[in-house]
């Protein structure tokens, strides 16, 4: 596709369960990043990719989150233990190469956690 | 570390009136400076930046934002308000040529009234 894909767009699970949002970012785009963002605030970083590898993992709340971006395109981010407080809209972008700052973002994961 | 503070959560205006966003941005290094818009039920997309040079700077849409090193500001201004541009406003922050981690406010949702 043209844009930054993410899936599920939905995603209601119960606490305590493991959660999995996969990331298609626009081909060429070296760059990912990783946004939550809860109603009415704005995205809060989260992490980002320069290919492979984490640049920056500073914004994971604690080590029940991680993300993987093992070929250097679809990331997944992954939630173990979900808690309520982790309800949110995750967003994940791409940018072509580090240092440009425009991010394209896809239209995010609603993540609910009853 | 980096901020932003966005004054006014909501902002209503006429059609056909001035729009002004108010940003004002809190870093240890030069920053670069971003805006993003999300219409309803899209992804956020870039309205405009600055990084270097030029501290006055045009986007999409008409709009445009002028950087002031010394109000420590970077205000998002259009002449004539369109209904077409209700929409959420978020300003962002990033460390000039030092990392990528981008930075949002919490937002400013814009009414236009007809």
């Known amino acids: 596709g043209a844009g930054v894909s993410q899936t599920p767009s939905n995603k209601v699970t119960e606490k305590g369960k493991y959660v999995e949002l996969r990331c298609d970012p626009i081909s060429g785009h070296t760059a990912l990043y990783w946004y939550r963002q809860s109603l009415g605030q704005g995205p809060e970083f989260l992490i980002y990719f320069q290919g492979t590898g984490a640049a920056d993992d500073s914004g994971l709340p604690n080590d029940r989150f991680f993300a993987v971006r093992p070929e250097g395109s679809v990331s997944t981010l992954k939630i173990q233990r979900t808690e309520r407080g982790d309800s949110a809209v995750y967003l994940c972008?791409?940018?072509?190469?580090?240092?440009?700052?425009?991010?394209?973002f896809g239209e995010g994961s609603r993540l609910t956690v009853l | 570390a980096q901020s932003v503070t966005q004054l006014g959560s909501h902002v209503s205006v006429s059609e056909g009136a001035l729009v002004l966003l108010r940003c004002n941005y809190s870093s240890s290094v030069p920053p670069y400076l971003f805006w993003y818009v999300q219409y309803p039920n899209q992804g956020l997309q870039l309205l405009l930046k600055?990084?270097?040079?030029?501290?006055l700077v045009k986007g999409i849409n008409g709009f445009e934002a002028e950087f002031k090193k010394s109000e420590t500001s970077f205000h998002l201004t259009k002449p004539s308000a369109h209904m077409s541009d209700a929409a959420e406003y978020f300003c962002a922050v990033s460390r000039a040529g030092r990392d990528d981690k981008i930075i949002f406010g919490k937002g400013t949702r814009l009414h236009i009234l007809p």
């Open positions: 972008a791409s940018s072509l190469t580090l240092g440009t700052g425009e991010l394209f």
């Open positions: 600055y990084t270097t040079g030029a501290t």
